[in-house]
């Protein structure tokens, strides 16, 4: 894969946990187990192929509506994934972030993500996102706020509100250059967006794998990305 065939930044909604589990006559949330594994070997190839931002989606604002059961393993597991990998995350120049109203989870997921936040903040090779309690609404209703209150104190006149003033102001901000998402990819055959980075999406080419996400290992990924190179990105123009 060329670095011209290779997206800088790839948004995954990592689907399909739950079906995987019951098809199999397992609980639910031993999906969620097996897909925590592919977040990390999915991350470690990225970082090998030398892709700039991962972001997953790893909880949306309606999963809060899940038995607290179900909750309370997927926040186990977010607190096992940063203790597992952050020194490796550090060795490899990853720095990570979190976009989403991620101040209502648990108090102790809270202050382990911002240690490692802390940790990894000087990573420069790859940025890996974490969407927690997201949603792309409540991200874009966030900036219009902003922007009001800014105009409202005189900071900024509505004249010069521009592209680049939403913008700055959607949680993804900090990304950068590689805030547009590159390449959305959502497993298990389903073909929504479901509230994820509506904005960054804009030009983004879509893929809808049916493997279910426990089973999306690196060499379903690598095919995802054999489709993308095939692509032509026009961005409107011919
Ligand atoms: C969607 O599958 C998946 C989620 C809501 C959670 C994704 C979480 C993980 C992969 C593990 C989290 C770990 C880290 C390290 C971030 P679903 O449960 O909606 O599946 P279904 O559509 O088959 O029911």
Known sequence: ????????????????????????????????????????????ECRTLGVRALTLYAFSTENWKRPEEELSVLWTLLRKYIRREVAELKKNGIRLRVIGEWTRLPEEARRELSQAMETLADGEKMDLVFALSYGSRAELTDA????????????????????????????????GEHSDVDF??????????????????????FDFPDTLWPDFNVSEFRKSLGRYGARKRRFGGL
């Open 184 to 205: 959305m990819i959502r497993t298990s055959g389903e073909q929504r967006l479901s509230n994820f980075l509506l904005w960054q999406c804009s030009y983004a080419e």
């Open 144 to 175: 219009v706020r902003k922007i009001a209150s800014e105009c409202e104190n005189g900071m900024m006149k509505s004249s010069e509100i521009t592209e680049a003033t939403v913008e700055g102001r959607l949680w993804s901000s900090g990304l």
């Open 1 to 44: 894969m060329t670095a011209s065939t290779l997206p800088a930044h790839i948004a995954i909604i990592m689907d399909g946990n739950g079906r995987w589990a019951v098809s199999r006559g397992y609980p639910r949330f031993y999906g969620h187990i097996r897909g925590a594994a592919r977040v990390r070997e999915i991350v470690r």
